[in-house]
């Protein structure tokens, strides 16, 4: 099992179209058991999907000492994926964790759900606060989407040092360039520049389209460019997660190989400083393991 957050401490960049089309992608595309856990209270994940309003304020409680998350999670109309939905009682779910006082409650609920799912994929709210430190200590890949702008490059890095300070560490990132615009110059150079090599999402109106829908991309629009853009995103985490697990990289469904080592995953420490890999026998935990 491994756990994918989508994350950024901005808002509107595209976490939450990228976190369902990726879950997708999981599901229908690479037959994994995949859950997509919505952690943010706007409910944006569920809404993509089609799903009903869920009123009951309920998302936060499963956090608690006895919280059950299986009882909130339910299937979707796609074979393979079920959702594990939000509601506004997630608004307070950085209080939750901080009066739980366990730093890693979420790593603990993603581990008590690996014997069902091969994939958990966290949409996550754009903060930076006792959340986002529980879903860095959750999760093995941690996707940034970047719009390309010289501030969410700053952001990105900020929010990179501050993990690190914090943690000495912080799972690989894999930045992607989102809603990418090669009519523009900046774009442009940026993509050229700093985001070299980093995994791009076209800024497309089959994507906006799907939020009208409430389809996946891949579903409406498969062979559009943003969904092969995407598909090159999936491909290269699950290249990614193959080399974390020690297991051949997946290679069903890798359009690039060379995405195996992805160039613009960022690593910390660096792969070169790194201690030898600890034996530990959770399977979750020997993902994370330097
Ligand atoms: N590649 C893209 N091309 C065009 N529009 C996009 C693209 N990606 C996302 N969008 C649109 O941008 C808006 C914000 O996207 P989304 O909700 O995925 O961002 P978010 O980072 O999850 O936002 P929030 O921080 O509010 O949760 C939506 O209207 C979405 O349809
Ligand atoms: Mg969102």
Aim: hydrophobic residues 45%.
């Amino acid at each position: 099992m491994a756990v994918i957050a989508v994350y950024s401490v901005k808002g509107g960049v595209g976490k939450t179209t990228i976190a369902v089309d990726l879950a997708w992608r999981a599901a229908l595309v690479s037959n994994h058991r995949t859950l997509l856990w919505d952690l943010d209270p706007l409910g944006g994940a569920g809404f993509l999907l089609g799903q009903p309003e869920r009123r009951a304020e309920r998302a936060a409680s499963i956090f608690q000492r006895d919280g059950r998350p299986r009882d909130l999670i339910a299937p979707t109309q796609y074979a393979g994926l079920s959702l594990l939905q939000a509601d506004p009682s997630l608004r307070s779910l950085a209080l939750t964790f901080a009066r739980l006082g366990q730093r890693r409650r979420l790593a603990a609920l993603t581990m008590q759900l690996s014997a069902e799912y091969d994939r958990i994929v966290l949409d996550c709210p754009p903060v930076l606060n006792e959340v986002s430190e529980q879903v860095i200590g959750a999760a093995d890949l941690v996707i940034v989407p970047l719009p390309p702008s010289p501030l969410s490059f700053r952001a990105l890095e900020l929010v990179r040092s501050e993990i690190a300070r914090q943690h000495g560490r912080h799972p690989p990132i894999l930045p992607v360039l989102s809603m990418y615009d090669g009519r523009r110059t900046i774009h442009r150079e940026l993509r050229a520049g700093q985001a070299a090599g980093w995994p791009i999402v076209p800024a497309s109106s089959d994507v906006e389209r799907t939020a009208v829908l409430r389809r996946p991309l891949g579903e409406v629009s498969p062979t559009c460019s943003a969904a092969r853009a995407l598909q090159g995103v999936w491909d290269a985490v699950e290249a990614k997660l193959g080399t974390l697990n020690g297991a051949p990289a997946p290679c069903s469904n890798i359009q690039h190989p060379a995405a195996i080592q992805h160039p613009a995953v960022i690593e910390h420490p660096p792969l070169a400083q790194r201690v030898p890999a600890r034996v530990v026998s959770a399977p979750a935990l020997e993902l994370r393991v330097a």
